[in-house]
């Protein structure tokens, strides 16, 4: 057994889920780098870490690369790649901060707040964001090309799996040992490599895995479970199939699921737990009431815009699906015509004649969706949650998609998990991949994943990225 070439394997699967940790770290040295060459070369001094207007600086370029979704660069935003976003990013973050500076007051009283410092600066460390990127995917790319998982059990869910996991891992294999009772040629048909029985699992247990899914439905005996155990000990991740969904996906897909699995799986604190109920309603109360009075002249704008576009109301209702089932009302900006719907209810699609031209762009910017604060101080939603569907859609939703009611065990938000990482839902196929971010999201609630997912809704309003 090749231990050095397992553990290699294994330590590409660490340093993959550490990635924008490292990116993160990497771009503080490089601008730590820049700043120091730079008043080197202009000035012949050395950085001043004491100096205020580096920890103003510094934050403000590194919100700006996440904001541009920089610290994932195997992925396209507009069709823009890393380097185009990084290098508009910087320019324009170049331009906040002189503008800072100049109306502060320390422009050209402190070294680091003039064009001299500031441009060359952000200009080298340009380069070397885009440079540790362009690496980064060279090196994860000729890793990948190399991973292998095994899979033991061929049935529904572990195909349906499979499929889904060649589809977004399209350098790595997966290879299946299968139960007595299952026919190898289905998985020929499926395209997927068979290696043979469950029972050879002691021949391929000593090779190198990147890991092992467990989609088998029946008991594995005794001797298999030593196995697996032996191969867990020795540093290759062993998993059921939604426990990988989360690892690699961040999503529960519904049809991959068990009752087995949640009856007895970790999480759904939120659902279950006074204290982060009561702690996560403070929260809502805190944010909105200081939202409502930060952008109420916003939302006045936004009204009079409304009204001079089109005839009609500024707001619009709808009966929407809340906690546990329950029907309430939602406010929105009007952002379509005001005869819309005279034809029955309809799902949303991209290019919709029915949205008007200012309602066009609140959808994009999600401006449409700031009535809902008020839901928000009713109680009757929540800032961040799954978003709340309509009831004419949940009667087919419910019989096409299983578990879908988990969706209701929390209070329904104006943005949420599945609306930062699936953006656009117009179908049963949408509502489905929701759902299994919205599952992510009610398994793992936690303060910290409430904080990513408002800080990636706000690169969704910057980026335009709302449906």
């Known amino acids: ?54 920890y103003i600086f ?20 507009a069709g823009l790649r890393t380097p185009f976003r990084i290098l ?12 800072l500076f100049y109306l502060t007051g320390v422009w050209g009283k402190n070294p680091l707040a003039g064009r001299l410092i500031l441009l060359p600066s952000l200009g080298i460390f340009t380069i070397w964001a885009v440079m540790l990127r362009l690496w980064v995917v060279k090196w994860v790319r000729s890793h990948a090309q190399h991973s292998r998982w095994l899979m033991l059990g061929a049935g529904e869910k572990a195909i349906k799996f499979a499929q889904t996991f060649l589809k977004l891992n399209s350098l790595g294999r997966l290879l299946f040992l299968t139960e007595d009772n299952q026919d190898p040629n289905l998985l020929v048909e499926s395209r997927l490599d ?15 895995w990147s890991g092992v899914v467990v989609a088998t439905q029946i008991d594995l005996s005794d001797v298999q479970v030593r196995q697996l155990m032996e191969m867990r000990l020795q540093g290759i991740p062993i998993y059921r199939i939604p426990d990988i969904c989360e690892t690699l996906w961040y999503k ?40 409502l009075l930060c952008l109420f002249p916003l939302m006045l704008l936004v009204a009079l815009v409304i009204k001079l576009d089109s005839p009609g109301s500024v707001f619009y209702t709808q009966v929407r699906t809340g906690l546990e089932g329950q029907p309430f009302r939602v406010y929105k900006f009007r952002s379509m015509y005001q005869d819309a719907e005279k034809r029955g209810v309809q799902w949303a699609r991209e290019g919709d004649s029915r949205i008007t031209k200012v309602g066009r762009w609140l959808r994009l910017t999600r401006i449409d969706e700031l009535p809902q604060i008020l839901n928000v101080l009713q109680g009757q939603m929540s800032l961040i949650g799954p978003r709340p569907e309509r009831p004419e859609f949940d009667v087919n939703l419910r019989q096409d998609i299983p578990y879908y009611d988990l969706r ?21 196929e949408d509502a489905y991949e929701k759902l299994a971010y919205d599952l992510y999201y009610i398994k793992n609630y936690s303060f910290w994943l409430d904080l990513a997912i408002a800080l990636k809704t706000v690169r969704v309003v910057l980026l335009g990225k709302g449906r």
């Open 194 to 208: 068979c290696l043979g029985n469950l029972t050879d699992l002691p021949t391929w247990s000593q090779q190198p």
């Open 252 to 291: 529960l897909p519904p049809s991959l699921l068990q009752d087995s699995w949640l009856a007895f799986g970790a999480g759904f604190h939120l659902a279950a737990s006074g204290i982060n109920l009561k702690l996560k309603r403070l929260t809502d109360i805190v944010l909105a009431g200081l939202l």
């Open 58 to 77: 510094v934050p403000l370029v590194l919100l700006g690369l996440y904001l541009a979704d920089a610290y994932y660069p195997d992925t396209q935003i």
């Open 88 to 99: 508009i990013c910087n320019v324009i973050v170049s331009a906040i901060a002189a503008a």
């Open 408 to 428: 209701y065990l929390v209070k329904p938000g104006i943005t949420g998990w599945a609306q930062v990482m699936y953006p656009y839902g117009a179908s049963v």
């Open 1 to 54: 057994m090749d231990i050095s070439f397992r553990n290699k394997k294994n330590k590409l699967h660490q340093i993959q889920s550490v990635l924008p940790l490292l990116l993160f770290l990497g771009d503080i040295l490089g601008l730590a780098f820049s700043l120091t060459l730079v008043l080197w070369l202009r000035l012949g001094q050395q950085l001043n870490w004491f100096d205020p207007l580096i």
